[in-house]
């Protein structure tokens, strides 16, 4: 009856520093977003996710380029020229699609991180320009959003495709935003919440704000953060409900 995408940010951990279950996580979704090496990720980690994708045949293959913030996670939002962005944008692509491509697996997306995808989200200029980058390095790319942003609108005038994304562990402002991670509540923990959440995203196309406000979403994909403390039951846990309501999980794209 549904189908939906299930995305995680994944390759997120560096030289000895442990972050995140990827390769219990991998086989249970349809899309990953690897961190290209500037907010986490380094080129065995990158290397060693790669193998994990490359084994489940069933799972699209997306880039996760951010600020160069290792120290913050890409939290941290970095003020940059226009230029600068872009070629940030298209060396963090360039890494990650040559490590690819000797695996023989081909990009199918990109999603920004962290404050550069909030940043996007609102600021159209800022977003037009990420687009742009993505479209000159390969325009055959989809540009992963938050569901109905400025990052949205800027791939499609761009002429990209576009996946809008809704998150199924964070809570909304009223606006359509998510809630800024300064809040103590940004993050949703509560696994039966977001289980719950998730399935009314894809049933109803709609979430309800911090405030109770009802939103209205396009939802072609679902994101849940891979370095959540509890992203492996989430994961778990939103597989079975979506088999209970008859919700596929694939990339449609």
Same mark, same amino acid.
């Given at each position: ?10 390759? $997120? ?9 990827? @390769?219990?996580?991998?086989? %249970? ?16 980690? *990158?290397?060693?996710?790669? @193998? %994990? ?16 913030? *290792? ?10 020229? #226009? ?21 023989? %697996? ?32 390969? !325009?055959? %790319? ?31 402002? #009223? #606006? ?37 406000? *009802?939103?209205?979403?396009?939802? @072609? ?11 492996? $039951? ?13 919700? !596929? ?5």
């Amino acid at each position: 009856m549904y189908t939906v995408d299930l995305n995680v940010d994944l390759g $997120e951990s560096y030289g000895n520093y442990i972050l995140g279950n990827d @390769d219990k996580i991998i086989p %249970l979704i349809s899309s990953v977003n690897v961190a290209c090496g500037f907010h986490a990720g380094d080129p065995l980690v *990158i290397n060693k996710t790669l @193998d %994990l994708i490359k084994d489940n045949e069933h799972v699209s293959l997306g880039a996760h380029p951010g600020y160069r913030d *290792i120290e913050g996670f890409g939290r941290r939002h970095i003020p940059m020229t #226009d230029k600068e962005l872009e070629a940030n944008i298209i060396y963090q692509l360039s890494a990650l699609e040559g490590m690819a491509r000797t695996k023989g %697996l081909q990009l199918n997306h990109v999603k920004p991180h962290g404050a550069m995808y909030n940043a996007a989200s609102k600021d159209y200029e800022m977003a037009k320009i990420i687009a742009r980058a993505v479209q000159k390095f390969n !325009s055959s %790319l989809k540009l992963m959003g938050l569901s109905g942003s400025s990052l949205i609108q800027a791939g499609e005038e761009v002429g990209l495709s576009v996946i809008h994304e809704v998150f199924a562990d964070r809570e909304y402002m #009223d #606006d359509g935003s998510l809630m800024p991670r300064s809040h103590p509540n940004a993050v949703i923990h509560d696994t039966s919440k977001v289980i719950e959440r998730t399935v009314k995203m894809v049933i109803d196309q709609k979430v309800t704000s911090v405030n109770g406000k *009802i939103l209205d979403l396009i939802v @072609d994909s679902i994101c849940i953060h891979g370095d959540s403390p509890g992203a492996v $039951e989430f994961v778990q846990g939103v597989v079975q409900a979506f088999k209970e309501k008859g919700i !596929s999980i694939a990339s449609k794209y």
